[in-house]
């Protein structure tokens, strides 16, 4: 079975940085999309950033400028470096993969930005 890890959630001052990672195992298929979402309280979960098997990448506007989306395809790892942190970034963040046989979720990390 699929299983996705997530780490490097925690409390960080508006204006901080923050580093999440998400290692993927159990899989024996080539994985072409990998994602982050988000979700805040009281809100639906929303598309953070996107990052094809060639490294092509895409933002949500809130973001773009601020976060960046990487991700290292011998580790079967992905990574979202996060700067110019802010409020509105607080939630639980969701790292997503897309296989040939399914979608599979990491189990969520917090981030909570303090102003």
């Known amino acids: 079975q699929v299983q996705l890890v997530e780490s490097g959630g925690g409390l960080v001052q508006a204006g901080g940085s923050l580093g999440l990672s998400c290692a993927a195992s159990g899989s024996r298929f080539r994985i072409t999309l990998m994602r982050w979402y988000r979700q805040a309280p009281g809100k639906q979960r929303e598309l953070v950033a996107t990052i094809t098997n060639g490294g092509v990448t895409t933002y949500a506007d809130s973001v773009k400028g601020r976060f960046t989306i990487s991700r290292d395809n011998a580790k079967n790892t992905l990574y979202l470096q996060m700067n110019s942190l802010k409020a509105e970034d607080t939630g639980v963040y969701y790292c997503?993969?897309?296989?040939?046989?399914?979608?599979?979720w990491g189990q969520g990390t917090q981030v909570t930005v303090s102003s």
């Open positions: 997503n993969i897309l296989l040939p046989v399914g979608v599979y």
